[in-house]
């Protein structure tokens, strides 16, 4: 299921991005996140249309680049970055989709003043970690992308820095 990869890391690498963008190009980066916003939408309706499953990032056992001491340090990494997918995540990750392409859409038109510096970029990364906590299947993962979520809130909530 590679919706679930690409829900959680679009959203966090466009807002990366987002970040080297200059402010005087606002309507531009706030485009780029309702589109991002939207491709994301569009993947939560294809998980939430699907079975029940438990996604788990395989990419990463194929090898390693980073063997120390003949030990491969990012093989087993993978079993540890598990997706779960049920009936109660499928829906708090549609509504946040929906209401993620709403708050977007308006701010689009409320941001030209540009009250907090790069919002849109918080925005993405914040969808993203909000989709990483409501999927992941373990307490390390989960508490990972809480933090991160929590840091994200914080910067959109202190304004103008």
Aim: positive net charge; aromatic residues 14%.
């Amino acid at each position: 299921m590679k919706e679930i990869t690409a829900i959680i890391t679009l959203p966090v690498l466009a807002g990366l991005l987002l970040f080297f963008i200059p402010e005087k190009f606002r309507t531009m980066k706030g485009l780029t996140a309702l589109i991002i916003s939207i491709l994301t939408g569009y993947f939560t309706i294809a998980i939430y249309l699907s079975a029940n499953q438990l996604h788990q990032l395989n990419e990463l056992e194929t090898g390693s680049i980073f063997p120390v001491l003949g030990i491969n340090l990012i093989s087993d990494a993978g079993r540890y970055l598990t997706f779960q997918s049920d009936n109660l995540s499928k829906l708090i990750v549609l509504f946040v989709s929906l209401f993620t392409i709403l708050i977007v859409l308006y701010s689009i038109t409320y941001q030209r003043t540009g009250k907090i510096r790069n919002y849109y970029s918080y925005i993405l990364v914040t969808l993203g970690c909000t989709y990483g906590a409501v999927l992941s299947d373990n307490l390390i993962l989960f508490l990972s992308f809480w933090g991160i979520l929590g840091i994200t809130l914080y910067k959109l909530i202190q304004g103008k820095e």
